[in-house]
Nanobody, 116 residues
Framework: QVQLVESGGGLVQAGGSLRLSCAASGTTTRVNTMGWYRQAPGKQRELVATITTGGSTNYAPFVKGRFTINRDNAKNTVYLQMNSLKPEDTAVYYC??????????WGQGTQVTVSS
């Protein structure tokens, strides 16, 4: 089992910044992919960004140039720096941990609200 603890959500004005963190603990694997997904009210959960243990990243088109994902492998922690936030970025952001083998895990979610 893997436990994910997220932090860093909150309320920010449009144009502002937030940094999300997600720490994984438990039965982690040396090779894995961690990332962030989000779900706005009435919409499906969607990919925001992912990063492998090797540092390869993947971003959704709508966040390129504004969000940056990075990780500290020694701490099993992934970060999402979100800049130039827009009201349409308002959603619950979920951390995801995908091990080399087996099922993926989800965090409990953290609310990000961007006011106009």
């Amino acid at each position: 089992q893997v436990q994910l603890v997220e932090s860093g959500g909150g309320l920010v004005q449009a144009g502002g910044s937030l940094r999300l963190s997600c720490a994984a603990s438990g039965t982690t694997t040396r090779v894995n992919t961690m990332g962030w997904y989000r779900q706005a009210p009435g919409k499906q959960r969607e990919l925001v960004a992912t990063i492998t243990t090797g540092g390869s990243t993947n971003y959704a088109p709508f966040v390129k140039g504004r969000f940056t994902i990075n990780r500290d492998n020694a701490k099993n922690t992934v970060y999402l720096q979100m800049n130039s936030l827009k009201p349409e970025d308002t959603a619950v952001y979920y951390c995801n941990y995908a091990p080399w083998y087996g099922s993926a895990y989800w965090g409990q979610g953290t609310q990000v609200t961007v006011s106009s």
